[in-house]
């Protein structure tokens, strides 16, 4: 059979072309082929020749697709890494169908931590003046907004110092590292199946502008993307290379070739360690980490639901082990995912 990458129709969703510049075939800063770079003065998306879709916004607010897979019922699995201002992590959380991993202020060391928010720290990208309700429409006048910014970097690095302070006096990261969270870019691991209620909710007018920019990142990734056809039997296996020679191989970023177990662990570990803000695809980082998380009590399950294999056809209601259950409409599920079984659910976590 001749595996396809399948565009899929995201219906109800628009993405706008305005006053946007594409460049063919050039190279960007790491060195690796790109196929078309679209720019405004807000953002910069970068579409690479392997399908990868790269929407940045110059404040660091950004949408990478790291796994798009679809199957053959239509249902689409989409797998983002996700950096956005920490002070709308609590919206993005919830959306309860969604599956997450992120960086936590628990596991980042404190200098480290500190160095982040120094050199980027989290802006506002609105600067709306003040009014009833919940949503600012007028921004302040450019003075204005000009002060509020250097206030809002201000308060940063006061942060900052007084970060250094508790750290002096012998606190643990843990504590330490929640007086600069205001200020912190967070990156995220989210997976699921279904993003039509976040669209609907976060790239709407009354959206807080932050997360507006984040969702409209997310959809404009999702609208260029071409998601890749799998089958029962196949894998959908963020941070790991697959291909495809009659049936799913597995491949590290340097070539080698891995089993479905290997490839289940590791991408679990490249999850995981979105955490500290580390990404390590090695074997033994990840027998490490999965032993660490999975196999220890208690288990620390979470990563492993990023990883999913589309959900047979299910006859008679004799219902495949990993379906949780059935909605209304007759649709099965796995945990939050429709059409696909969640990993964690295969291994009864």
Not at 40 to 55: E, I, L, Q, S
Not at 108 to 131: D, F, R, S, T, Y
Request: glycine share 4%; with cysteine.
């Amino acid at each position: 059979m001749v595996r396809l990458a399948l565009g899929v129709q995201t219906v109800g969703l628009r993405y706008c072309v305005n006053n946007i510049v594409m460049n063919k075939y050039s190279i960007d800063a790491s060195g690796l082929d790109v196929l078309h770079v679209f720019q405004d003065r807000d953002k910069t998306t970068t579409v690479y020749p392997n399908g990868r879709t790269v929407t940045k916004w110059h404040n660091m607010i950004s949408a990478k697709i790291i796994k798009d897979s679809v199957n053959i019922t239509n249902n689409r699995i989409t797998t983002f890494e996700l950096e956005y201002p920490r002070f709308i992590h609590a919206e993005l959380m919830t959306h309860r169908q969604f599956s997450r991993n992120a960086a936590s202020s628990r596991a980042v060391p404190v200098v480290n931590m500190i160095k982040h928010v120094e050199l980027n720290p989290a802006i506002p990208v609105h600067w709306g003046q003040n009014q009833p309700g919940m949503r600012a429409d007028a921004q302040l006048d450019a003075t204005q907004q000009t002060l509020s910014e250097k206030t809002w970097r201000s308060a940063a690095a006061s942060a900052c110092e007084w970060a250094r302070v508790l750290a002096n006096q012998g606190l643990h990261k843990q504590i330490v590292n929640r007086v600069t969270e205001p200020f912190q870019v967070i990156k995220t691991i989210v997976t699921a199946t279904e993003y039509r209620n976040w669209f609907w909710l976060r790239c709407h007018a009354d959206a807080q502008p932050e997360i507006k920019q984040l969702a409209d990142c997310m959809r404009d990734a999702m609208l260029q993307s071409d998601a890749q056809l799998l089958l029962p039997g196949d894998w959908h296996v963020p941070y790991v290379n697959s291909e495809f020679r009659g049936t799913q191989t597995f491949r590290t970023n340097d070539g080698t070739q891995i089993s479905l177990s290997d490839a289940l662990k590791i991408s679990a570990s490249c999850c995981a360690q979105v955490s500290y803000r580390r990404e390590d695809d090695s074997l033994t980082k990840a027998y490490a980490i999965y032993d660490r998380l999975i196999v220890s009590e208690p288990a620390h399950a979470s990563p492993v639901e990023h990883q999913a294999t589309p959900m047979p056809e299910v006859a008679d209601q004799q219902w495949p082990t990993g379906i949780t259950h059935q909605d209304a409409a007759g649709d099965y599920w796995s945990a939050n995912y429709c059409g696909w079984i969640q990993n964690r659910k295969l291994l009864g976590l």
